[in-house]
């Protein structure tokens, strides 16, 4: 399966406890996204990085997340001291970015946070 | 960014033909109307996307009203596996950078 894959599936955690989550995109995509999505809402963005630059950050992402790329290809978003409202699914996608011609996200499965 | 406004669920029979509302009154000249849907336990998958004329691909059709303020999206005969949250997206031409997802539609389908 080539598509963009992501570990764990599911976690679940003690408030206070750090997690971190993986995506491993699509191999020949240089962009990756972070979103996070609720119960019955719809994905929130959180970050997005081109190749290993952290190009732009959600207000959503307090100084508690972090996320990083450190090669260009997968990426890890970390959550220090967890809260119980961090709880979410944290779904990664990876688009081709070339100009501005289109680039279709393509997601992954997600991991779903259960923090207690 | 440009807001999308969709009914929160619709109903449909099996092999009958769908279409799916969405408003976009702000929506600017270079914004791009995308449709992306999330079946169950999965990530979004992307449907359509559209300027301002009409498209078909193998999944759906894109209906953009002609002063872009309003699209449909058109599936010509669900089927069970059609039952989903379809989001409409706006997303500015040249950035391309980020999707804003709304609440989305909720479609049942019945057999």
């Known amino acids: 399966d080539t598509g963009v894959s992501q570990n764990p599936r599911h976690k679940i955690t003690k408030r206070g406890q750090n997690v971190t989550f993986r995506c491993d995109p699509i191999?020949?995509?240089?962009?990756l996204y972070w979103y996070r999505q609720t119960l019955g809402q719809g994905p929130e963005f959180l970050t997005y990085f081109q190749n290993e630059a952290q190009l732009e950050k959600s207000r959503l992402l307090s100084d508690r997340f972090s996320a990083e790329r450190p090669k260009g290809s997968f990426s890890t978003l970390e959550i220090q001291r967890t809260e119980q409202g961090d709880s979410a699914m944290y779904l990664c996608?990876?688009?081709?970015?070339?100009?501005?011609?289109?680039?279709?996200?393509?997601f992954g499965p997600g991991t779903r946070l259960t923090v207690l | 960014d440009a807001k999308t406004t969709q009914p929160n669920s619709m109903e449909s029979n099996e092999e009958e033909p769908v279409h799916l509302p969405c408003n976009h009154s702000t929506i600017s000249g270079t914004d791009y109307i995308h449709w992306y849907r999330q079946l169950p336990s999965q990530g979004p998958e992307y449907v359509i996307h559209g300027l301002t004329s009409n498209v078909n691909n193998r999944m759906a059709s894109l209906a953009i009203a002609e002063d872009r303020k309003s699209s449909t999206l058109i599936l010509h005969r669900a089927t069970l596996r059609d039952a989903a949250v379809y989001y409409c997206i706006l997303r500015d031409g040249p950035n391309f950078n980020k999707f804003y997802f709304g609440s989305g539609t909720k479609l049942n389908v019945k057999p």
């Open positions: 191999s020949e995509h240089n962009r």
């Open positions: 996608a990876s688009s081709f970015f070339a100009g501005g011609t289109y680039n279709e996200q393509f």
